[in-house]
């Protein structure tokens, strides 16, 4: 499927504070086509979350979008009324938090909480959306879902609770799913079920997934697409496979030589020097410019801008040469 569901162009989101508003998110443009899978991967503090955070609506003060459009099939979400984001979030729109806290309400049943996200949204019966919701915790692994559908958060370990918030992002079928680092708690056998089911669910109904995470094994496993994200900024997109195959910019090959995976046992591991810059402390010119080993002195004069070599897209002025690899 080739339709463009969610496009995103100069995205800003700053935090307030006494001395200045600072971007966390600063100029992103992305596009998300029905069935796609786009993984967006960064360390963190490179502002992946609040990105997601901002395509939902769901940033509070001292936050606040400043710039940028967000079109979902079409419609303006910044434009969209409170009501109609309530409309849209949990039913078209579903987003999975890293904290299934966030989203579990600790004195509703399980049941509870999960056939409300149903019935806000569609007219069945409340029998029929508690069969409903226990399959949905079948499908992401939770045994004896009609005697879990009685308890209570505080009754599952972490682990499952993040099944349950994953199950219920799952029941209505969105067209759009943002997960935040959904399966970061999990066992490697249940988070392999739940890719599973989001590959499955975006290539039988079409749904988009942002998947936003800082693990490219997942990301090549499960995605289409890859955004790599530094300092509030895409300084990559592009197939996952070309893009982690044979990075352009410099951060995506230091991300990728940083893998565990790439080192013997009892060896070091290898890391990019330097640390993140805070929003509030960027350098000029490219913020990856003091821990890049190909800065240029035109680094810190001026921001590349982006750079399109076929199907994909880098933001350098001295970029990864062509067919060296992690």
């Known amino acids: 499927m080739t339709e463009t569901l969610l496009e995103v162009r100069g995205l800003r989101t700053v935090f307030h504070a006494l001395d200045g508003a600072w971007p966390?998110?600063?100029?992103?443009?992305?596009?998300?086509?029905?069935?796609?899978?786009?993984?967006?991967?960064?360390?963190?503090?490179?502002?992946?979350?609040?990105?997601?955070?901002?395509?939902?609506?769901?940033?509070?003060?001292?936050?606040?979008?400043?710039?940028?459009?967000?079109?979902?099939?079409?419609?303006?979400?910044?434009?969209?009324?409170?009501?109609?984001?309530?409309?849209?979030?949990?039913?078209?729109?579903?987003?999975?938090?890293?904290?299934?806290?966030?989203?579990?309400?600790?004195?509703?049943?399980?049941?509870?909480?999960?056939?409300?996200?149903?019935?806000?949204?569609?007219?069945?019966?409340?029998?029929?959306?508690?069969?409903?919701?226990?399959?949905?915790?079948?499908?992401?692994?939770?045994?004896?879902?009609?005697?879990?559908?009685?308890?209570?958060?505080?009754?599952?370990?972490?682990?499952?609770?993040?099944?349950?918030?994953?199950?219920?992002?799952?029941?209505?079928?969105?067209?759009?799913?943002?997960?935040?680092?959904?399966?970061?708690?999990?066992?490697?056998?249940?988070?392999?079920?739940?890719?599973?089911?989001?590959?499955?669910?975006?290539?039988?109904?079409?749904?988009?997934?942002?998947?936003i995470t800082h693990d490219l094994a997942v990301v090549a496993e499960l995605a289409d697409r890859v955004a790599v994200m530094y300092a509030g900024r895409i300084v990559e997109i592009g197939p996952v496979d070309a893009v982690l195959d044979a990075p352009r910019h410099p951060y995506t090959l230091g991300l990728l030589n940083s893998s565990a995976t790439l080192v013997a046992p009892g060896g070091r591991l290898n890391q990019i020097d330097g640390v993140a810059p805070r929003i509030d402390d960027r350098p000029s010119g490219c913020p990856f410019r003091p821990r890049c080993p190909n800065a240029l002195p035109l680094c810190a004069e001026r921001d590349p801008m982006p750079t399109e070599e076929g199907s994909r897209s880098y933001r350098c002025h001295n970029p990864v040469p062509q067919g060296d690899a992690a």
Not at 141 to 162: V, Y
């Open 24 to 211: 966390a998110v600063d100029g992103v443009d992305l596009a998300i086509a029905r069935g796609e899978v786009l993984g967006l991967v960064g360390e963190s503090g490179s502002g992946k979350s609040v990105t997601g955070f901002s395509l939902v609506r769901l940033i509070d003060p001292p936050g606040e979008i400043v710039a940028g459009t967000i079109r979902f099939a079409g419609e303006d979400i910044r434009a969209a009324s409170d009501e109609r984001l309530r409309a849209l979030r949990g039913d078209r729109i579903a987003m999975i938090f890293q904290d299934p806290l966030m989203t579990l309400n600790p004195v509703l049943s399980i049941g509870e909480q999960m056939s409300e996200a149903i019935l806000e949204h569609r007219d069945i019966g409340r029998s029929a959306a508690l069969d409903e919701a226990a399959k949905a915790l079948a499908r992401v692994g939770i045994s004896s879902p009609q005697a879990r559908l009685e308890q209570f958060p505080h009754e599952f370990s972490g682990g499952m609770r993040q099944r349950v918030a994953i199950a219920t992002a799952l029941l209505n079928d969105p067209d759009l799913i943002i997960a935040d680092e959904p399966t970061t708690a999990l066992d490697v056998t249940i988070q392999s079920q739940i890719l599973f089911e989001v590959q499955k669910l975006a290539r039988e109904a079409g749904t988009a997934v942002l998947w």
